[in-house]
């Protein structure tokens, strides 16, 4: 259902542009339909910026993306605007993903307005349905997001979302800014609207346990480039490589990685080879 073939996205930074900056590096995966894929990888692996290039919210650098068998690589802007609300982006910070000056019920109403999804009676319907099924009372359709708590605005964004029944969902870190308490709630939320609209979902995290609540396959990214893929239980519980065993190690730990962790088998951090377009290998020195 997604297919990305060989993704690259560099930036131009420093002085004069002159440095590159190879965020996604050659990326390769394919997410099967109503499946959630876990992207797991440490600070500034480029996880944000593979999810965002996915919906072309970043033009990627070389590569192909395509959502059930559409290059959205390919399209141009007026089709790939025809094309947004088929895929949704969820961000941390759902206060921000909000106009600040309207009220709920429109927040939710607008997207159904826009698509022409049914008279004002209809729409009215749906908007108080999808309230109900991210779990909210109706009386804070009239109240603006300052009014409302992270977690309730973060549903929010969820019945949003959900009005536009997307066939892919990147959710990008969309519980890091919550309480722990909270957290939980709105990823089994997220779990189930996902898995009852059979919506194709990117789960972005650096958070080993919240990846593995939320992935039917995870893949492991370090350093633009993904290292390890497969069912989240094979990932996770046996890892055939490195990067991952030290992330799942570190993730058993509240400090930084000790020194007790498993160490590489060249001693530093093994350089990787692509041997197959894709599929990288771990080289020991
Ligand atoms: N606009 C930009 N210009 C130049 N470099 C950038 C830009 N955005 C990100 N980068 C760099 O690209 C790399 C990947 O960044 P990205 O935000 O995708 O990583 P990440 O894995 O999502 O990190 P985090 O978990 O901290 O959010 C980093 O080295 C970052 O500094």
Redesign the pocket.
């Known amino acids: 259902m997604i297919e990305v073939r060989n993704l690259r996205t560099y930036?131009?930074?420093g002085i004069l542009r002159r440095t590159e900056?190879r965020?996604?590096d050659g990326v390769s995966l394919e997410i099967e339909k109503g499946t959630t894929l876990g992207l797991v990888?440490?600070?500034?692996?480029?996880?944000?910026?593979?999810g965002r290039s996915l919906l072309r919210l970043i033009e990627p650098t070389d590569g192909q993306v395509f959502i059930d068998g559409v290059e959205i690589t390919g399209l141009s802007r007026s089709e790939l605007r025809r094309f947004r609300p088929r895929m949704q982006m969820i961000f941390q910070d759902a206060y921000a993903s909000l106009n600040p000056r309207i009220r709920m019920y429109d927040s939710i109403a607008e997207p159904l307005r826009l698509m022409k999804r049914g008279d004002r009676a209809g729409i009215d319907r749906r908007v108080r349905e999808l309230i109900a099924r991210v779990g909210l009372n109706e009386d804070l359709l009239n109240r603006r997001p300052y009014e409302l708590s992270g977690g309730q605005n973060q549903r929010v964004v969820l019945a949003r979302i959900l009005s536009l029944e997307p066939d892919f969902i990147v959710a990008?870190?969309p519980t890091s800014s919550l309480d722990v308490s909270v957290q939980a709630q709105i990823l089994t939320l997220f779990r189930a609207l996902a898995r009852d609209c059979d919506t194709t979902c990117l789960f972005?995290s650096?958070d080993i346990g919240v990846i593995r609540a939320m992935s039917d396959q995870v893949a492991i990214?370090v350093k633009?480039r993904i290292v390890e893929i497969g069912p989240t239980s094979d990932v996770l519980d046996h890892p055939c490589h490195w990067y991952t065993r030290r992330l799942v190690a570190a993730s058993t730990r509240d400090a930084d990685v000790p020194p007790s962790l498993p160490e590489s088998p060249s001693g530093g951090m093994p350089e990787m080879v692509e041997v197959h377009p894709g599929h990288w290998v771990e080289v020991r020195a």
């Open positions: 930036y131009s930074s900056v965020a996604v990888g440490e600070s500034g692996c480029g996880k944000t910026t593979l990008d870190e972005i650096h990214m633009g």
